[in-house]
């Protein structure tokens, strides 16, 4: 969505914590299956449907070669990853039971839990977990892969349930990254793709997740049912139906008329909702609304953004407290920067703050960068999200401190990502601004922070800084602690001052729940709810 972003996930991507995890043997135990009742259904087994509000692209996703931020909740449902995310959002085993680090940190060894089954009926193995490893580290991932090439030499199924991971540099917390419930470090089936072919297995997707494909109407529906043989958690609904409703008016409307049962809402229809009776569970730190800046790397004098001054002065420019209240309804707070919260493990409150809102200062910054007359300044507006009003009102604050700005709507898939993916090379990518809003994680940020700002491993940014390269190099293979809080605050405000990703404020995610629906737990920090179906329960 950048190792880079979708990030996230989307993804998330689990700094400090895993490595505590990983310095010592894991296990998970299934829940029991679900005592819930109802008149003639076993209670034994998932029963009841539900029907969503999620959002996808035109075709169903492939989770290391296709990343985007959109599908992860899909990932999250089908597919199972080596390690995941408690519903504290802090590490736990997945298909991996246990793990081990080699005291140089050189060699990674993770034991896979037995009996493990794809929704094919093929048992889960070294050989498939080898396979997905290794299609993560293929030159076609530019997503986690990017950067996880630059560490990992090699992959071995040492046998049935044990794979070793060698890596090319010491590292104490690189995996951190396999807990990303997004998807993309998805163990995906080996025997049942080389026999179909990737088209086929786009189309008739097979994990071992709790949930089973069923059908897919690209860019309009998705059908799957319960995984009644899931080691870790069977569903408690049989069927669950996944709309794509980007409008969010019309999801509103949909959960006033039960013909949805969960969406995400956005803060100015809370109330509404509220007084229609649905009830609303505010998740906070699901989402980051950001605006992304790009320019000619090679010729940063060419273009207005290609000074930090101009940058900064974009930053300086934006009443995030007015934009919270008025465009979120009180349900947002200023935000700090890309791909770092306050959940992360280097955080410092007292070195880490949202820069004020200062347009005189803003307007300063622009004529000592030579543009008092003001310059152009583009928005790409993506037609995939609804974040129009957003973008509106970035334009708004910045044509105040006499920025010329023009927004166009534009299609993320077939136009803005191949432009981005070139680093951007295309002429009308530069001096521009990408504004748009994604999940946010409180996981893992130490790695979302390399992907998004290390000069060689990120997709769609505009840094280079080989001080920052170093320190984000350096992190993963200190083991004290204190000094590796110490280094990734360090390369943290090194990545904040350079201004190519305004953090502009933090979202909470609203969710909505309808009559069928009885406990909802999302895992902290997490906006792709899909990762958090199976916790769904039937009313009491």
């Known amino acids: 969505m950048t190792l880079r972003q979708g990030l996230l996930i989307k993804v998330a991507i689990i700094a400090g914590a895993l490595l505590l995890a990983l310095l010592a043997e894991g296990c998970s135990t299934a829940p029991a299956p679900s005592t819930s009742s109802q008149a003639g259904a076993d209670s034994s087994k998932p029963y009841g449907s ?10 169903m996703p492939d989770p ?12 999250a449902t089908l597919y199972d990853s080596l390690v995941e995310l408690s519903l504290e959002g802090q590490p736990r085993p997945g298909i991996a039971e246990r793990w081990e680090i080699a005291p140089d940190g050189m060699t990674h060894t993770f034991y896979l839990r037995k009996g493990v089954k794809f929704h094919n009926g093929d048992e889960l193995t070294a050989a498939d977990s080898k396979f997905s490893l290794e299609r993560m580290l293929a030159p076609e991932d530019t997503y986690f892969g ?33 807990a990303n419930m997004g998807g993309v470090a998805a163990v995906l089936p080996k025997k049942y793709i080389e026999e179909k072919g990737i088209d086929y297995f786009r189309k008739n997707p097979v994990g071992s997740g709790p949930w ?61 909702l509220k007084s229609a009776g649905i009830r609303l569970v505010n998740h906070q730190g699901g989402g980051r609304a950001m605006a992304y800046l790009f320019w000619d790397l090679d010729n940063p004098g060419k273009w207005a953004l290609g000074d930090v001054k101009v940058r900064k002065a974009l930053s300086l420019g934006i009443d995030r407290k007015e934009l919270a209240d008025k465009l979120y309804g009180g349900y947002a707070t200023p935000r700090i920067m890309e791909a770092v919260s306050p959940g992360a493990f280097f955080f410092d409150a007292n070195v880490l703050k949202p820069d004020p809102y200062d347009p005189e200062g803003a307007k300063k910054l622009i004529a000592e960068a030579g543009y ?114 110490r280094l990734a ?52």
Do not use: C
Not at 229 to 240: D, N, S
């Open 50 to 59: 539900l029907t969503v509000a999620g959002y996808f692209g035109p075709g």
């Open 64 to 75: 290391q070669l296709g990343a985007d931020a959109g599908h992860y909740g899909i990932n």
């Open 146 to 178: 990017a950067g996880l090439r630059g560490w990992i030499a090699s992959v071995e199924a040492k046998d049935d349930y044990t794979v070793v991971l060698r890596l090319k540099k010491p590292s104490f917390d690189l995996l951190d990254t396999f």
């Open 212 to 272: 089973k494909f069923v059908s897919f109407e690209p860019g309009n529906k998705l059908v799957l049912e319960a995984n009644e043989e899931h080691w870790r958690a069977v569903p408690k609904f049989k069927t669950l139906t996944s709309l794509n409703v980007p409008d969010e008016a019309t999801r509103s409307a949909m959960l006033k008329t039960g013909e949805l049962d969960m969406a995400e809402v956005a803060g100015d229809s809370a109330p509404g």
């Open 372 to 485: 008092s007359g003001g310059f152009d300044l583009k928005i790409w507006d993506r037609t995939d999200l609804d974040w129009s009003n957003y973008n509106q009102a970035l334009a708004g604050y910045w044509r105040k401190v006499g920025v010329k700005v023009n927004l166009e709507r534009i299609d993320f898939t077939s136009r803005l990502r191949p432009m981005l993916m070139a680093k951007p090379k295309a002429e009308e990518v530069y001096n521009s601004v990408f504004g748009v809003g994604s999940g946010g994680l409180s996981a893992m940020q130490f790695e979302r922070m390399a992907i998004t700002y290390h000069s060689k491993q990120a997709v769609f940014s505009n840094i280079r800084n080989p001080q920052l390269d170093e320190l984000l190099d350096k992190v993963p293979t200190v083991r004290d602690p204190a000094e590796k809080k």
């Open 489 to 540: 605050l360090e390369a943290a405000v090194l990545a904040k001052n350079e201004y190519a990703h305004l953090g502009v404020l933090n979202v909470a995610s609203i969710v909505a729940l309808g009559s069928k629906i009885g406990d909802f737990t999302p895992i902290a920090q997490i906006p792709y709810f899909g990762v958090s179906y199976a916790t769904l329960t039937h009313p009491k």
